[in-house]
């Protein structure tokens, strides 16, 4: 059974860094298609980051240069680690995969390939 759990949320001032983990069991990541997106009370989900199956990273303009994404295969563990937080990154973030193959992380971030599993989410809460 495929699943994903995201760790590492919580409340932290504007300005400091929080690492999320994303753990995978099954063959969840397998395709090597995958994100971190977030939900804002009131908002629509967005796409934060992404890596393709060619191993390509992309990054929402809102996070580029504070995000960064990797994964470890050896763990099947996703990461996102934010730094210099702001309070407009207050969301619940969830990770996602996607079974197939898939190329271009703008695809990815806009929601173009369907991502058939996702986690329930870690809230983050920037304070100011």
């Known amino acids: 059974q495929v699943q994903l759990v995201e760790s590492g949320g919580g409340s932290v001032q504007a300005g400091g860094s929080l690492r999320l983990s994303c753990a995978a069991s099954?063959?969840?990541?397998?395709?090597?298609?995958m994100g971190w997106f977030r939900q804002a009370p009131g908002k629509e989900r967005e796409g934060v980051a992404g890596?393709?199956?060619?191993?390509?990273?992309g990054y929402a303009d809102s996070v580029k240069g504070r995000f960064t994404i990797s994964q470890d295969n050896a763990k099947n563990t996703l990461y996102l680690q934010m730094n210099s937080l702001l309070p407009e990154d207050t969301a619940m973030y969830y990770c996602?995969?996607?079974?197939?193959?898939?190329?271009?992380?703008?695809?990815?971030?806009?929601?173009?390939?369907?991502?058939?599993?996702w986690g329930k989410g870690t809230l983050v809460t920037i304070s100011s």
């Open positions: 890596i393709d199956s060619r191993g390509s990273i």
């Open positions: 099954g063959n969840a990541f397998s395709s090597n298609c």
């Open positions: 996602a995969a996607a079974r197939g193959y898939c190329s271009g992380t703008y695809n990815i971030l806009k929601g173009y390939y369907e991502m058939h599993y």
